[in-house]
């Protein structure tokens, strides 16, 4: 079978994104349970634990766990059933890095801090902005619309180092899909075998539209602020590209793969990480040009 590194779709018009988006989510809010995935390891100490809709992904890092992302609440249960089938206990979850400010990123994360004690991280950006209008955590969008908004213990700054056992995570600020998103680069590491893996935690366009931007109080130039976090982005070294929700780099499409070809792991590529970025721009652009 044949995978692509990222997959984006056609850019919709406004009103075709927010008219559609409860709809598109009716079955998964009504039975997420039916989007489940079986978690699977990447690559050395990094592991997929999310489901169809919103990626999650774990790192042991040999003095605890760190998770990125604790997804939506509705499927909190099947995030912790996927830690314990790799073998881990939630118990030994220290950190928990939401990637951006957004409902469908934070889900379970009140939850993990309440259960099992984890320091939940998300930028300082982010926090400020969801503090100043809550309605930017996009709460009304969410299974139920009614739950609070999971604010961090720590706050994250452009350059910080976030550091656990064998793991040193490097963040960096890329505002675009909303201000406060980051970016996050770190060593996966199996046996002798050491790899980069870069995580772009949110390069969605539906934030972009000047009608969001301008009900949410945004500056209306975020399409060109998007370009410039891409291109400050290129500097990056990355051998594996973990995405935001499974579309952006093909997380379903690549474990089909790996399942039919176990003794190759299509997550392991130095150049998708340069393709990643050149369809981010490739659709920024397109998303400019339309007058969106």
Known sequence: MEYKECSFGRIKTYREVWDSFLPNHKEFYENPTAFNIEPFKIFGNLYYVGDKMVCMHLIDTGAGLILFDSGFSNNYDSLISSIEKLGFSPKDIKIVIHSHGHFDHFGGGDRLRDRYGATIYMSEVDTNLIKEMPERALMYLAPDPTEPICYPDKTIKDGEVIKLGNTQITCKLAPGHTHGTMAFFFD?????????????????????????????????????????????????????????????????????????????????????????????????????????
């Not at 130039?221 to 370009?227: D, G, H, S």
């Not at 291109?231 to 997380?251: F, L, S, W, Y």
């Not at 190759?264 to 339309?290: H, M, Q, S, Y």
């Open 188 to 292: 996966a590491v199996d046996g002798e075998n050491t790899l980069r893996v870069g995580y772009w935690g949110g390069v969605g366009y539906l934030t972009l539209y000047k009608e969001y931007l301008q009900l949410h109080k945004f500056p209306l130039n975020t399409v060109q602020i998007m370009k410039d976090s891409i291109e400050k982005m290129r500097a990056e070294k990355v051998d594996i590209v973990i995405g935001n929700h499974p579309a952006q780099n093909c997380t379903l499409e690549k474990r089909a793969f790996m399942l039919e070809n176990p003794d190759k792991n299509p997550f392991i590529n130095p150049k998708a990480w340069g393709i990643f970025l050149d369809a981010l721009e490739e659709r920024r652009l397109e998303f400019e040009n339309k007058g969106y």
